[in-house]
């Protein structure tokens, strides 16, 4: 069963028990990426280092210096530094200079997704070029660059020449930040921060967080429940009282805009190599029977888990068939664990086929090494 979810009442929690998610390859990282993750690199050219300032540079306020390479093209030729946010209506173009003969730049990351054909980035000579033609609400986020220093293929950032600026592309329409999906996961991790990203367009826009059931308006204290312009709510220390489903609301100059809904999880396993158990259907089995050994893991809802085994039949390249899973289960108190599961399934059992059957689960954290025998009687 798929995870039942209705946008206007309750997520039915319990369905994620039944919702298996199959894995033909090992999973990779689901991660959305987060504005300005995305890197465009040109071609790698030598450039001499400058030699280092006098700690006077050293001093200089890290705000100050971050605009001291980015400037923004102006009507007639002109140019402008950046402060460290701008606001422009929907619709407008913009032209942004980084200069340096080598440079990188960040820019919202869903414009890379479908190779956005308004976006245009160029190396010059004395600078690098980024230009967004006939903006969107959605392009509203973080553009930033920095000079790269390279000795042969070796490169790495100059910290002293660097620009940045978050933009508001600001439409009385669109208050919030448009998204992919309309319902998003938000895990609760009592040793981090929890963001719900419901962004916004105006950075006037007042913007408060409501829970769904029971219906009523989150109070931000400042401290616990903070917002965030550039981010959206954060929760400062979170725990189980704070899951259930969320939505965001917007006013600026007309009527009330909502956000799409979040369904904060809250995360039991805490973080470390996967939680691993092994084992097989029988221990001892007969000629010509079936055996599959299942390796299954515990862990946080956000982690993928990658599975390798080994066998007894490997090195003769003997047939086997390795299905991976994972589903999301409740744990009756408001916690929620990922379950993740790889079967190793036997046909036709042989002699060959007898010995350690081991399995190898790989996160983020480490990875975990488990074993069990299977005997021919």
Known sequence: ASLCVSLGSMVCENAMQDSWVFMGQPAKSKHPK??????????????KPKASKMKERESVDSSLKSQSILTQVMDKGHFQKLAPTLSLSAGQSIELRCKG???????????????????SIKQLDRYGQLILANSTAADTGEYSCWL???????????????GSTYIFFTDKEVLFVPTPSYFEIVYLNPDKPAVIPCRVTTPSAKVTLHREFPAEEIETDGTDI??????GFVYQHPTSDHKGIVYCKAESQGAPQISIKYHLLYVEV?????????????SRVDI???????????????????????????????????????????????????????????????????????????????????????ELN
């Open 34 to 47: 987060e504005p300005g993750e995305n890197k465009i690199k040109p071609v790698n050219k030598r450039v």
């Open 101 to 119: 003969s080598n440079v990188t730049w960040n820019y919202p990351s869903y414009l890379d997704t479908f190779k956005d054909s308004r976006l």
């Open 148 to 162: 790269q220093l390279c000795n042969g293929n070796k490169c790495r950032k100059d910290e002293t020449k660097t």
């Open 226 to 231: 903070v917002y965030d312009v550039k981010k």
């Open 270 to 282: 805490p973080k470390g190599p996967p939680s691993t158990t092994i084992s097989a259907s029988s």
């Open 288 to 374: 010509s029977d079936s055996v599959h050994v299942i390796c299954t893991v515990l862990g946080e809802p956000d982690v993928d888990v990658n599975f390798r085994w080994q066998y007894p039949g490997q090195e003769s390249e003997r047939p086997v068939i390795i299905q991976n899973f994972w589903r999301l289960i409740n744990r009756g108190i408001g916690h929620t664990t990922r379950i993740s599961k790889s079967i190793l399934l036997l046909e036709g059992f042989e002699a060959r086929d007898a010995g350690n059957y081991i399995c190898i689960a790989q996160n983020l954290h480490g990875e975990t090494t488990v074993a069990t025998k299977v």
